[in-house]
């Protein structure tokens, strides 16, 4: 990552050293971020329950620990031509004609996860993070609670040795 990089779209990764029980083992969907103003994202892989609204099942997540006592309802969807990921929150949930294309990957979360002005960035150069770029199958995720150490798997021998360690050592 270079100073001044805009990391929207981005996926943060915790490093398996990553002790705080909020963003311990998470993948979280920048859905803003700004060197200057700080960031935004809602954690991808801690599902809670499901909600069925007019028919549809919609997922509910742990979106962070930032404001949990709101929901928040989103689409967060993989495109291909060009290949991007489309994000949109919905303020209103109950405005179902702001919605129109936005069906498919709906989801609802429960706070979401916030950085100050520097405070990712620094939080990256040590390391805390890992920067990937989103792929479709981490956007749709199927598995949200083994995908985290799916990902560690595929990363390289080391990150996958420490995301095998248990939480408390003493079970090693």
């Given at each position: 990552?270079?100073?001044?990089?805009?990391?929207?779209?981005?996926?943060?990764?915790a490093h398996?050293?990553?002790?705080?029980?909020?963003?311990?083992r998470t993948?979280?969907?920048?859905?803003?971020?700004?060197?200057?103003?700080?960031?935004?994202?809602?954690?991808?892989?801690?599902?809670?329950?499901?909600?069925t609204?007019?028919?549809?099942?919609?997922?509910?997540?742990?979106?962070?620990?930032?404001?949990?006592?709101?929901?928040?309802?989103?689409?967060?969807?993989?495109?291909e031509?060009?290949?991007?990921?489309?994000?949109?929150?919905?303020?209103?949930?109950?405005?179902?004609?702001?919605?129109?294309?936005?069906?498919?990957?709906?989801?609802?979360?429960?706070?979401?996860?916030?950085?100050?002005?520097?405070?990712?960035?620094?939080e990256?150069?040590?390391?805390?993070?890992?920067?990937?770029?989103?792929?479709?199958?981490?956007?749709e995720?199927?598995?949200?609670?083994?995908?985290?150490?799916?990902?560690?798997?595929?990363s390289?021998?080391?990150?996958?040795l420490?995301?095998?360690?248990?939480?408390?050592?003493?079970?090693?």
């Open positions: 990552m270079k100073p001044g990089d805009n990391l929207t779209g981005s996926l943060l990764v398996p050293v990553l002790r705080d029980p909020n963003f311990r993948i979280i969907f920048l859905s803003q971020h700004s060197p200057e103003e700080g960031a935004m994202g809602f954690v991808l892989n801690r599902p809670l329950e499901s909600i609204s007019e028919g549809v099942e919609i997922p509910v997540f742990f979106g962070g620990p930032v404001g949990t006592s709101q929901m928040l309802l989103t689409s967060l969807q993989w495109r031509n060009p290949t991007i990921v489309a994000f949109r929150a919905f303020p209103d949930p109950g405005d179902q004609d702001s919605r129109g294309g936005w069906e498919n990957g709906l989801r609802i979360f429960t706070g979401y996860s916030g950085w100050t002005s520097g405070q990712l960035e620094h990256i150069s040590e390391n805390t993070w890992l920067v990937i770029p989103p792929t479709r199958e981490l956007i995720m199927k598995e949200a609670q083994g995908a985290w150490k799916s990902l560690m798997r595929h390289g021998p080391l990150l996958h420490l995301s095998e360690a248990p939480d408390d050592p003493r079970q090693n």
